[in-house]
């Protein structure tokens, strides 16, 4: 008994220790009279935007964007690329390979061997969209909304909230347009073709640089179970996201912090070193190496790729399991 009461008597003032510690508020007053605070301190706030020490870093991505674009049309040309007619697998090479990762449709089954066609230029780099804004701390869009508001590139909005217009004539964004028949890849030279890819990967590694940069100044956001961006300091109202299967509408969307990855997807493709067979198989799937699209397609161009993707690319590793001879 005299036990239990000193258990309780130390349980009370360990109880008695946090109440102490723990500070309640309460508001008496109608919360309506602080909506003309907020939306001063909001006024205020975009008076900071945009932050005019991100105008030389928007400018390097948009030319960087359009360097990417012209450049990776002009390599399409002369190495082929594969893409799967179920699910967004893409292989660059004029086969595909045997490795068995489709996830296939809805009500198909899954793991099973690619069904390749030709691919293009938005299989290697992935259209990102979101919705275009007057100003960024401009009301939420709300669902109705949806069709009043054009959709653009996320990246060209990106610049946009920073500071640079990528729709003016003295921005080098329109390069992005310009037909890559100047620079056919089926009549340049392997040294012409290197040169290209060179500059192409050099623009790549610009862009995702220089996003990552615009992305510590401005928000932006990303839905948690969709691929869905927003550029801005809060998400939009529209009910696209479909994120229960259950569900006979779309839902809202789930915001929560984008990165580079989400603005300009990677497309992490299976690549063939030079000690792989001349098609991949399934069976030594976990000898092969990995790297970004653009990134494997500058390297069969003869371009050498930075030391920090031969970790995923396997360089030196085996192409299979070895065969101890008795």
Not at 210 to 239: F, T
Not at 246 to 253: F, N
Not at 303 to 320: A, D, E, N, T
């Amino acid at each position: 008994m005299a036990l239990s009461k000193r258990l309780w008597r130390n349980v009370l003032g360990e109880v008695r220790g946090c109440v102490m510690h723990t500070r309640f508020y309460y508001w008496k007053g109608d919360l309506r009279k602080l909506r003309p605070m907020i939306l001063k301190r909001i006024e205020n706030r975009a008076k900071d935007y945009p932050v005019r020490g991100m105008f030389p870093v928007a400018q390097d991505v948009l030319k960087a964007r359009a360097v990417l674009f012209q450049g990776v049309s002009t390599l399409l040309k002369a190495f082929p690329i594969m893409a799967c007619k179920f699910c967004p697998e893409v292989y660059i090479g004029e086969k595909g390979h045997l490795i068995q990762t489709c996830c296939g449709y809805k009500r198909r089954s899954r793991n099973r061997v690619h069904e390749w066609i030709s691919g293009g230029l938005s299989d290697l780099l992935v259209p990102v969209e979101t919705f275009h804004l007057d100003t960024m701390f401009q009301d939420v869009i709300k669902h109705h909304q949806r069709f009043d508001f054009d959709r653009v590139p996320a990246v060209l909005e990106l610049c946009w909230q920073a500071g640079v217009d990528p729709y003016d004539n003295n921005t080098c964004w329109k390069f992005e347009s310009v037909s890559a028949g100047n620079e056919g890849g089926e009549t340049l030279s392997s040294h012409e073709l290197m040169l290209v890819a060179n500059r192409t990967l050099r623009a790549w590694e610009t862009l995702r640089t220089g996003i990552q940069k615009l992305l510590l100044v401005n928000p932006v956001k990303v839905c948690k179970y969709c691929s869905e961006v927003h550029v801005g300091p809060s998400g939009h109202k529209a009910r696209l996201c479909g994120v229960f299967k259950y569900e006979s509408w779309r839902g809202a969307h789930f915001w929560k912090k984008a990165e580079v990855d989400d603005l300009v997807p990677p497309k992490i493709v299976w690549r063939r070193r030079p000690q792989d067979p001349l098609v991949l198989v399934d069976a030594h799937r976990e000898f092969y190496g990995h790297a970004p699209a653009v990134v494997d397609l500058c390297a069969q161009a003869g371009v050498i790729v930075p030391v920090k993707y031969h970790c995923m690319m396997k360089v030196q590793g085996l192409s299979g399991p070895v065969r101890l001879e008795v």
